[in-house]
């Protein structure tokens, strides 16, 4: 797909080539620059002055070994990553990812994305992302604490609260967080709010833990609202059941929907009963167990192998809450088909370009997730408020705070699409609103 002008689509072609044998960035990067066309067009001196050259560039990337012994003592060696994208309007702020699938690209195309997602939250933020090819799952607690401290040995030398503030993501959740606050604290001598998704007794934030999924039915609540839609009487799939597709679920409930499916990576559970929330929670953040185990407990609902065919039981509303590209343009015709009438992304680029496009010409809301999941990290960022403050707000404080920002997102993006040309293209409308301020701060340094 090529994009329509010929400076940004030269610049993806070097992209292209200098990050070789990275899709998921190069996918990330073209959605960003094809949606900024509009605005170079206006203000050329984004090209001229080398914003858009810089800004497909990461400030710095950190990549190191992470060595430690499981528990019959034997050594393994993982890959660390941190990539510091873009600090032009505050230190670097992402989630660390410890799945058996990240190399650099992955990494990369995360932070490239945090980037416009910090910025659109408002709050002063830049944009990074870490994490290891390391695989939590089946592993003892024990053997997760060596690596995480392991990993934090060498990566607490290039964090800090005004620098760089890590957070979780795929594979860590709060004993992750607990682990690697724990070894930073040790090695620096220092009580400080480093790390994000603390636990409650040593700095996190209330709401952190349920922010992104209620952030996301926030945000489609007032794409909905706007459409003459709701969720009221809505059914809606869910995919995953990590942090992000729990509070998706819950706080879709509380808004009147029903939902039928959840899934993890081995199948999907559909209870066309509507989903029992405290089951998957007790399953999977306190057993840690797989999600066909929901039908010991409930035999009427059925589990299916694989999860790309959650997609295909009917529903109003999708909320994909997994991984990258978990939903293709197969998937997208059959939720199309079955009136499927809006999309939200939980997950980081859960849709392929192909089934964006696919809901964009069917007239399906589309909710991106660069807007629709930024309730995470704009809650971590209030956690970093009330860590410098030394002083914590209450869970009902942080929630509302949470619902304007979300709500104002929405709006924003909205009306970005509106004034660049796009009206209702949530995708563009992110990208440019997201991108704005990044430009115009980068302008303001000249080359840096
Ligand atoms: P979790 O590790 O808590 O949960 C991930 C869920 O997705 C699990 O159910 C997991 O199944 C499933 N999953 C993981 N990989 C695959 C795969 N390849 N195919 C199918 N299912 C898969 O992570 P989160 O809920 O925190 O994150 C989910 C998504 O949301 C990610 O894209 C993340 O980047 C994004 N996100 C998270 C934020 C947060 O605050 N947590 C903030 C913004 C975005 P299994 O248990 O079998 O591994």
Aim: aromatic share 10%; hydrophobic share 40%.
């Amino acid at each position: 797909m090529q994009i329509q002008h010929a400076y940004l689509n030269d610049l993806m072609e070097r992209v292209i080539q200098r990050n070789p044998a990275e899709p998921e960035f190069h996918q990330a990067v073209r959605e960003v620059l094809s949606s900024l066309v509009p605005v170079v067009e206006a203000r050329p001196e984004f090209i001229t002055e080398g914003v858009m050259d810089c800004l497909v560039e990461p400030e710095r990337i950190i990549k190191f070994r992470v060595p430690w012994e499981d528990d019959q003592g034997r050594v393994h060696v993982n890959r660390g990553f941190r990539v510091q994208f873009n600090s032009a309007i505050g230190p670097y702020k992402g989630g660390l990812r410890f799945h058996p699938s990240v190399y650099e690209g992955i990494i990369k195309f995360l932070g490239f994305e945090q980037i416009f997602k910090n910025s659109l939250t408002g709050l002063p933020i830049g944009g990074g992302k870490g994490g290891a090819d390391f695989d939590p799952k089946g592993k003892s607690d024990s053997e997760v604490m060596r690596f995480c401290q392991s990993f934090m040995t060498e990566l607490c030398k290039y964090i800090g609260p005004d620098t760089d503030v890590p957070a979780g993501d795929i594979g860590v959740g709060s004993r992750e967080i607990g682990y690697l606050f724990g070894q930073c604290k040790r090695l620096r001598n220092e009580f400080t709010g480093v790390l994000t998704g603390k636990g409650l007794s040593y700095g996190g934030s209330l709401a952190r833990t349920e922010a992104t999924g209620y952030g996301l039915c926030y945000f489609a609540d007032s794409m909905l609202k706007d459409a003459g839609r709701s969720f009221e009487g809505a059914t809606v799939v869910i995919s995953g059941s990590g942090n992000v597709a729990i509070y998706a679920c819950e706080k879709a409930t509380a808004f009147g929907a029903k939902v039928v499916a959840m899934s993890d990576s081995g199948g999907y559970i559909y209870d066309k009963n509507g989903i029992d929330l405290p089951l998957v929670k007790q399953l999977k953040e306190v057993e840690r167990k797989r999600i066909r185990e929901y039908t010991l407990t409930h035999p009427q609902a059925e589990y299916h192998e694989g999860c790309q065919d959650i997609w295909q039981i009917p529903c109003d509303i999708a909320l994909p809450c997994a991984t990258q590209n978990e939903l293709d343009l197969n998937s997208a015709r059959a939720l199309i088909q079955n009136g499927c009438f809006a999309v939200a992304e939980g997950a980081n680029m859960p849709c392929t370009p192909e089934a964006v496009e696919a809901f964009q010409a069917a007239k399906v809301l589309f909710a991106p997730a660069k807007a629709a999941n930024a309730g995470g990290v704009a809650t971590s960022a209030l956690e970093m408020s009330q860590n410098s403050m030394r002083f914590y707000w209450t869970f009902e404080e942080v929630d509302e705070h949470l619902k304007e920002i979300m709500t104002n997102l929405y709006h924003n993006a909205s009306s970005a699409a509106a004034q660049y040309g796009r009206p209702g293209d949530l995708v563009a409308g992110a990208n440019i609103a997201g991108f704005l301020k990044v430009g115009d701060s980068m302008l303001a340094y000249g080359l840096v």
